[in-house]
């Protein structure tokens, strides 16, 4: 079975950039899609970005479109969350999970641990 370890994650100004990667153990990582997820305080976990198999499809909340881009490298076991022009509202714990599925709802079998990120204004 796959496990998840989610780096990047940090404080940054307002309009700066995080990259997050989610790094996976096994060799089944390219038989599963991968999606990011957030949760901030007080707050239900929230669909961010998500990215087939192949990474030939990609789907994003409207909250990040244009500025957020998932993409994956199966060589390498890994996913990665570019966020670009980051705002206060972004702040939160950031997930990636793993499930044979690509669904934009947190029905994904494999959890990391979680990143913090914090966008100061």
């Known amino acids: 079975q796959v496990q998840l370890v989610e780096s990047g994650g940090g404080l940054v100004q307002a309009g700066g950039s995080l990259r997050l990667s989610c790094a996976a153990s096994?060799?089944?990582?390219?038989?599963?899609?991968i999606g990011w997820f957030r949760q901030a305080p007080g707050n239900e976990r929230e669909f961010v970005a998500a990215?087939?198999?192949?990474?030939?499809?990609?789907y994003y909340a409207d909250s990040v479109k244009g500025r957020f881009t998932i993409s994956r490298d199966n060589a390498k076991n890994t996913v990665y969350l570019q966020m670009n022009s980051l705002k206060p509202e972004d702040t939160a714990v950031y997930y990636c999970?793993?499930?044979?599925?690509?669904?934009?709802?947190?029905?994904?079998?494999?959890w990391g641990q979680g990143t913090q990120v914090t966008v100061s204004s």
């Open positions: 999970a793993a499930g044979a599925i690509l669904v934009t709802t947190p029905r994904y079998d494999i």
């Open positions: 096994g060799r089944t990582f390219r038989g599963y899609a």
């Open positions: 990215i087939s198999r192949s990474g030939g499809t990609t």
